[in-house]
T-cell receptor
């Protein structure tokens, strides 16, 4: 079946550091790929998405490129802020029900 | 436009009790979903619905039931609560095949 693997956290960075969170996937067909963010005590919010190979999703300074050849969708940000501290989930949709398959999540902590 | 709403926000149940988690959306989305999130883990799909009157099992459906009598509502029923059902429950909806929108969650403890 489909699966998503993320790098384990927590990831601890200083403010203005460069962020990479790795995500690889296994899926049949051509899934859409997503990054969701979960702030403490809240539900998940869509951060960015890509629906086909070589698409780049971007939002709030975050970017991720759909790489079919390496089955990856790594999340990057050039300069993190304390307010970016959250848990980040990589996910894909597949199947007739548009169901999401999630990775285990990566906790990011940004220190001033 | 409230998006996806869930009630209650918190609940403590005793083993063997039953309850219904409510979920409603006002975006006229055809697809709705229930997930559970265990501490430090990702989300797992419990049940989903592709439209009123249609429901199907996800990855972890045992111990739960759902119904979808209207487009807006998708309640999740827990029968005979067990400690293993202690979790945070998230409802989501989408206008397939686009992205899912999540509710704020219900934190359930079974003791």
């Amino acid at each position: 079946g489909d699966s998503v693997t993320q790098m384990e956290g927590p990831v601890t960075l200083s403010e203005e550091a460069f962020l990479t969170i790795n995500c690889t996937y296994t899926a049949t067909g051509y899934p859409s790929l997503f990054w969701y963010v979960q702030y403490p005590g809240e539900g998940l919010q869509l951060l960015l998405k890509a629906t086909k190979a070589d698409d780049k999703g971007s939002n709030k300074g975050f970017e991720a490129t759909y790489r079919k050849e390496t089955t990856s969708f790594h999340l990057e940000k050039g300069s993190v802020q304390v307010s970016d501290s959250a848990v980040y989930f990589c996910a894909l949709t597949s199947g007739a029900g548009n169901m999401l398959t999630f990775g285990g999540g990566t906790r990011l902590m940004v220190k001033p | 436009n409230a998006g996806v709403t869930q009630t209650p926000k918190f609940r403590i149940l005793k083993i063997g009790q039953s309850m219904t988690l409510q979920c409603a959306q006002d975006m006229n989305h055809n697809y709705m979903y229930w997930y559970r999130q265990d501490p430090g883990m990702g989300l797992k799909l419990i049940y989903y619905s592709v439209g009123a009157g249609i429901t199907d099992k996800g990855e972890v459906p045992n111990g739960y039931n759902v119904s979808r009598s209207t487009t807006e509502d998708f309640p999740l029923r827990l029968e005979l609560a067990a400690p293993s059902q202690t979790s945070v429950y998230f409802c989501a909806s989408s206008l397939a095949p686009y992205e899912q929108y999540f509710g704020p969650g219900t934190r359930l403890t079974v003791t």
